[in-house]
């Protein structure tokens, strides 16, 4: 079975400081990527960064960067210098591609609540 | 670039009505979803779609209905609506190919069955 395992409900950091949320899978896939998402308190879905699991770089994007280790199913996100407005919601997933007319299987953690304090 | 609109963004209804949420999407997708997210739950799939008329049950499908007769549309019909199902449902889309399948959601739908 695929799961991810968000194992923290809740984090604080204070405003400029990092911070870095933790996620780990498990799959017996070779193919997948791997995402976070974010969700502010209006409830829309936005996608942060997304890693190819077959790319041994991390992905960055600006102040958000993953720390992916592959043999350890691991992909923590480190968000750097952190705003206001990066309170939120954070979802960790991954996505099994399935091909045409196949089902690409996504899978979602169960959250982590981030609190950015000034 | 509209994306995905769903409506009704909020909804009030009574136990056993029938709604019917509805999601549009603009990008040809051939993939869409319905999520419900509960408190503690996180997102759980109710249906899915890999094209029109080709939809398959999720993790969570007992008491939903969903159809896709065009590749744009993805309704989420509750045949008897329950209080067990109040709660934000997400319409999502992907394409398979693209790049990084990514998954893309609409803004949500808050059901409130009292």
């Known amino acids: 079975a695929q799961t991810v395992t968000q194992s923290q409900p809740e984090m604080s950091v204070q405003e400029a400081e990092t911070v870095t949320l933790s996620c780990t899978y498990d799959?017996?896939?070779?193919?997948?990527?791997l995402f976070w998402y974010k969700q502010p308190p209006s409830r829309q879905m936005i996608l942060v960064i997304r890693?190819?699991?077959?790319?041994?770089q991390n992905a960055t994007e600006n102040r958000f960067s993953v720390n992916f280790q592959k043999a350890a199913k691991s992909f923590s996100l480190k968000i750097s210098d952190s705003q206001l407005g990066d309170t939120a919601m954070y979802f960790c997933?991954?996505?099994?591609?399935?091909?045409?007319?196949?089902?690409?299987?996504?899978?979602f953690g169960s959250g982590t609540k981030l609190n950015v304090k000034p | 670039d509209a994306g995905i609109t769903q409506s009704p963004r909020y909804k009030i209804t009574e136990t056993g009505r029938q709604v019917t949420l509805m999601c549009h999407q603009t990008?040809?997708?051939?993939?869409m979803f319905w999520y419900r997210q509960d408190l503690g739950h996180g997102l759980r799939l109710i249906y899915y779609?890999?094209?029109?008329?080709?939809?398959d049950k999720g993790e969570v499908p007992d008491g939903y209905v969903v159809s896709r007769s065009k590749t744009e549309n993805f309704p989420l019909t509750l045949e008897s609506a329950t209080r067990s199902q109040t709660s934000v449902y997400f319409c999502?889309?992907?394409?398979?190919?693209?790049?990084?399948?990514?998954?893309?959601f609409g803004e949500g739908s808050w059901l409130t069955v009292v």
């Open positions: 799959t017996s896939e070779n193919n997948y990527y």
């Open positions: 779609s890999a094209a029109a008329d080709i939809t």
């Open positions: 990008w040809s997708h051939s993939y």
């Open positions: 999502a889309s992907s394409e398979w190919y693209s790049s990084g399948n990514t998954i893309y």
């Open positions: 890693q190819e699991a077959y790319k041994q």
């Open positions: 997933a991954f996505m099994i591609p399935g091909g045409s007319y196949n089902f690409n299987k996504f899978y």
